[in-house]
């Protein structure tokens, strides 16, 4: 199975600033087949379900605004919002889609301070 | 819209068994791989089942297998996940969502409490 590890578990950053949020997968999710690296980000606010933010490393959803940015490769990966915002608080998640099973970080808490 | 309703969810018994069902609406159901995935409270997210659009590649997590069935019936639009000899730790929140690659389309989930 392929682990995925997060870090921080959890990030506070105030308003306007920057958050960055790493992910490690423990061997890569890049598909030779296509070149791409099969690894997503979701946001999960609570009582809701996740919340698709980007695809194959780096492909903004859409809808999504621009302050969400995805980079990386192989084996590690980030997510950083720029401008922090309110509704930006949540628990964000990366998960691999390389193989099964498809294996989720155990999560980053973003707060505000 | 797409649309995924989880139902089935509810109190049962250690060593009971329930059957989660989800009906989706507003895309070509059979054309998309299905899972589910679970939530315990306050915890993080846990993959446990996916099945392709026909059927024929069905997975498990290891700490549901030989417990937990998934199903679906494409002329219905729905997958089901049924689940036997339940434990406590199988306490959870449970979403269906949708795969083309990636989960991209969930349910709001079924809260499933194992308790006696």
């Known amino acids: 199975d392929i682990v995925m590890t997060q870090s921080p578990d959890s990030l506070a950053v105030s308003l306007g600033e920057r958050a960055t949020i790493n992910c490690k997968s423990s061997?890569?999710?890049?598909?030779?087949?296509?070149?791409?690296?099969?690894l997503v980000w979701y946001q999960q606010k609570p009582g809701q379900p996740p919340k698709v933010l980007i695809q194959?490393?780096?492909t903004r959803e859409s809808g999504v605004p621009d302050r969400f940015t995805g980079r990386g490769s192989g084996t590690d990966f980030s997510l950083t919002i720029n401008n922090l915002q309110a509704e930006d608080v949540a628990v964000y998640y990366c998960?691999?889609?390389?193989?099964?099973?498809?294996?989720f970080g155990q999560g980053t808490k973003l707060e505000i301070k | 819209e797409v649309q995924l309703v989880e139902s089935g969810g509810g109190l049962v018994q250690p060593g009971g068994s329930l059957r989660l069902s989800c009906a989706a609406s507003?895309?070509?159901?059979?054309?998309?791989?299905m899972n589910w995935v679970r939530q315990a409270p306050g915890k993080g997210l846990e993959w446990i089942s996916y099945?392709?659009?026909?059927?024929?590649?069905?997975h498990y997590a290891d700490s549901v297998k030989g417990r937990f069935t998934v199903s679906r019936d494409n002329a219905k639009n729905s997958v089901y996940l049924q689940m036997n000899s339940l434990r406590a730790e199988d306490t959870a929140v449970y979403y269906c969502?949708?795969?083309?690659?990636?989960?991209?389309?969930w349910g709001q989930g079924t809260l499933v409490t194992v308790s006696s």
């Open positions: 194959w490393a780096s």
């Open positions: 998960q691999q889609y390389y193989n099964i099973p498809r294996t």
């Open positions: 061997q890569s999710v890049l598909s030779s087949s296509n070149n791409k690296n099969n």
């Open positions: 969502a949708s795969s083309y690659g990636h989960l991209n389309y």
């Open positions: 507003g895309l070509s159901f059979s054309g998309y791989s």
């Open positions: 099945i392709t659009g026909s059927s024929s590649v069905i």
